[in-house]
């Protein structure tokens, strides 16, 4: 199934995109991270959905339950999350008039072959279409516009958040461990124990303690095998 990531910024309506085939939460701290590195800044507050990886929980009359490992995050590159009231889409107007030009300028007609090029294609699209167009609210382009809103946000910090998710897994006895119904090989000598498996976006990484036994390019389609390679490479 995919997915796509918008985040806008407030004052120029740059927009950063990015398709993704998964909506996990190192997916969706990695599209973050991708997204300050491509605005070079960090803004000081993002408003974001009630979705689980940003919110566990809301109580009227109470404050929002944020998601710790994304309050970890925003700690990180120095942002306040706001969420937004519950059915109050209005709220971030800017994000969901976005996903209605992605829909109706790019998306419409596209044919895209592969998974492998749509966020080339998406980039391009940014490039030389969205973030330089006259934007119907502010008459401007929003990268002339970004040249007077990019001094008002925050640097990017010196070290990324490490947005691996650690998943602790018992490997079966043909040393196989299971993530997203998919199987991937470590060591044999392994087999039937516990194992720690460190997911990010692209790679899985999988620990016996503290020792690097394997690591594999991850990979989405459905109830697959995935070999280890006789020579892995190490961390």
């Known amino acids: 199934r995919l997915s796509f990531f918008i985040m806008v910024l407030c004052y120029s309506r740059l927009m950063y995109l990015e398709f993704t085939v998964s909506q996990t939460m190192e997916h969706f701290l990695g599209c973050h991270q991708r997204a300050f590195q491509a605005f070079g800044k960090v803004p000081g507050k993002v408003m974001v959905d009630n979705l689980r ?6 109580l009227t009359g109470e404050a929002p339950v944020l998601n ?3 309050r970890d995050f925003a700690d990180h590159y ?3 999350i706001t969420p937004c009231a519950v059915a109050r889409g209005n709220e971030k107007g800017r994000v969901e008039n976005a996903v209605g030009y992605v829909k109706k300028n790019l998306l419409n007609g596209l044919d ?3 998974f492998d090029v749509i966020n080339a294609a998406a980039k ?18 929003p990268i002339d516009r970004f040249q007077q809103e990019v001094h008002q946000l925050r640097p990017l910090p010196d070290v990324p958040f490490d ?3 650690v998943h602790q897994l018992r490997a079966n006895n ?3 461990v299971t993530l997203d119904t998919n ?12 194992v720690i498996l460190k997911a990010y976006p692209d790679r899985l990484f999988i620990f016996y303690q503290d020792k690097l036994i394997a690591q594999h390019v991850r990979c989405y389609d459905r109830h697959q095998d995935f070999e280890l390679p006789d020579h892995p490479r190490a961390l």
């Open 78 to 80: 120095g942002f306040i």
């Open 174 to 176: 043909q040393f196989r």
């Open 183 to 194: 199987r991937y090989s470590i060591p044999a000598e392994y087999a039937s124990q516990r």
């Open 163 to 165: 947005i691996g998710t």
């Open 68 to 70: 710790p490992r994304y």
């Open 53 to 58: 990886s940003a919110v566990l929980k809301r």
């Open 124 to 141: 391009v699209w940014l490039d030389n279409i969205a973030n330089v167009r006259i934007h119907g609210e502010t008459r401007q382009r």
């Open 112 to 114: 895209i072959p592969s």
